[in-house]
């Protein structure tokens, strides 16, 4: 009997130790002598059962490998599908924020197009075929920019002929907002598209950064004004929230104006450089730590943040978390306003990567591509390094575009997701043992 490869251990508070193999993730709390008996294998006959039954003991190496390939097997089953399409309706948009990751990127070819109307029904058609010969329930559409709203007829376009094919696509949009009428907002609510708004914090903070490319209007007064004909019409929408420098200097201000705000549902965008910043280690770090401050603070008012969610769904489920994206595993297609196609929608606006074109291919031609080869093998589970780590579990694999500005390479670890990774695991574990002494519980399963 030997300690599984995959066996960690993470030291909380109070000299309490996080014990569990990380492909399987069920966590037994310690002290520290109770860990130094688990590694030098010297429990009692029962607690070694109990300890193999947890994969944290195995009789042979071969358990490990049975055991990952076991992982790879999942893997296998759920990727390589077209389960989210976004559909970037044009590469143009009427704000200039200061930080955006597809403006600021390396590869940007300044070009400004918008989707025409046969390319929006040869990509909607065409998934819709997809989907129905795969047996897939569902489908997944985002409209997206630039700022899909400049494009308007297209997405009535999209929305319209999904309805007649009575096709499985669902659809939701990732907007600034700031040209949503009444009118449109009825529309997309009885379509139940589902809404991301982006804005960064209170008037100042968000003015500071995101700005309109030709007047000096408020862009934040202009989205608030929205929020009453949204919450009338019972529209299902959320923020999108960036997190930058000048937002963690006011982190705490940002959440009191979030405590208020009436917005239940908030997504965290941590910084994706798309090109090198020295300084990418301390912000992570920083980033980070308000994450878990926001998440205990804002918890306790129904307010959630979906990044931090995604994590703790993860061990709840009982679900290794393959991807923190679609692209990643090679479950989504980015169709850019030409109709040429791509898999990360960060690469709006260059020719790099692009596999073909919605409009010339079918979409089992595009996904039987070297690209889809690429994403599907770019994962934690086929990266040494990764499988010595003790938060694979939670991770997905963080964002090929970072690892390429930081890095030089897309195959190179994003190494400021793992700071994010590790801390979100030691917080979510130390939550749990938290929860497990008010229930007086001796083990724990997250």
């Known amino acids: 009997m030997k300690l599984s490869k995959y066996f960690h251990y993470i030291e909380l508070e109070n000299n309490i130790y996080a014990v569990y193999n990380s492909l399987i993730m069920d966590v037994v709390f310690v002290n520290k002598s109770k860990l130094d008996e688990i590694i030098n294998i010297s429990v009692d006959d029962e607690e070694k059962v109990k300890l193999q039954n947890l994969g944290i003991y ?19 089953e759920v990727t390589g599908k ?13 704000l200039a924020c200061k930080y955006c990751f597809i403006e600021n ?6 070009v400004e197009i918008n989707m025409n109307l046969d390319t929006v029904k040869n990509a909607i058609t065409k998934y819709d075929n997809y989907l129905k010969r795969e047996n897939l329930e569902e489908g997944l559409i985002i409209f997206y920019g630039g700022e899909p709203l400049v494009n308007w007829d ?36 009885e379509n139940n598209v589902e809404i991301g708004i982006s804005i960064d914090g209170p008037k100042a903070l968000n003015d500071k950064n995101r700005i309109y490319r030709t007047n000096e209007k408020s862009v934040y007064d202009e989205v608030i004004s929205k929020f009453p004909l949204l919450k009338a019409e019972e529209c299902k929408f ?21 405590e208020h705000l009436g917005v239940s549902s908030i997504f965290y965008n941590l910084y994706h450089y798309t090109c090198y910043d020295e300084n ?3 912000y992570y770090n920083r980033a980070s730590k308000f994450l878990m401050k926001s998440y205990e603070k804002l918890a306790s008012h129904n307010i959630y943040d979906g990044r931090l969610n995604r994590k703790i769904d993860s061990i709840i489920d009982s679900e290794f ?7 990643i595993g090679g479950n989504q297609l980015a ?5 040429d196609v791509c898999i990360c929608h960060g690469y709006l606006k260059t020719d790099k990567y692009v596999i073909g074109n919605v409009n010339k291919q079918s979409i089992d031609e595009l996904m039987d591509t070297d690209e889809i080869r690429f994403w599907k093998r770019r994962s934690t589970i086929y990266n040494d390094e990764c499988l010595n780590c003790e938060a694979i579990y939670t991770c997905g694999g963080g964002c090929a575009i970072q690892a390429e500005a930081l890095f030089g390479n897309r195959n190179e670890i994003d190494k400021p997701f793992c700071i994010h990774t590790k801390s979100a695991l030691r917080w979510i574990l130390q939550r749990s043992y938290n929860k497990m002494v008010e229930n007086e519980k001796e083990v724990i399963k997250c």
């Open 335 to 339: 169709i850019k306003p030409s109709g």
């Open 238 to 258: 959320g923020l999108s929230i960036t997190v930058s420098e000048d937002f963690l200097d006011q982190q705490d201000e940002v959440l009191d104006w979030l």
């Open 82 to 94: 077209v389960n989210i399409m976004y559909l970037i309706l044009s590469s143009a948009c009427n």
């Open 280 to 282: 990418w280690e301390e």
């Open 58 to 76: 195995i009789t042979s190496k071969e358990q490990d490998e049975e055991a990952l390939q076991i992982v790879k097997n999942r893997y296998d």
């Open 105 to 110: 990127c390396t590869f940007n070819n300044k």
């Open 321 to 327: 978390k393959f991807a923190d994206c679609g692209a």
């Open 154 to 189: 297209a997405i009535v376009t999209a929305i319209e002929l999904a309805k007649e094919l009575k096709s499985p696509i669902k659809f939701s949009m990732v907007t600034n907002a700031t040209l949503l009428t009444a009118e449109k907002i009825k529309y997309l609510t």
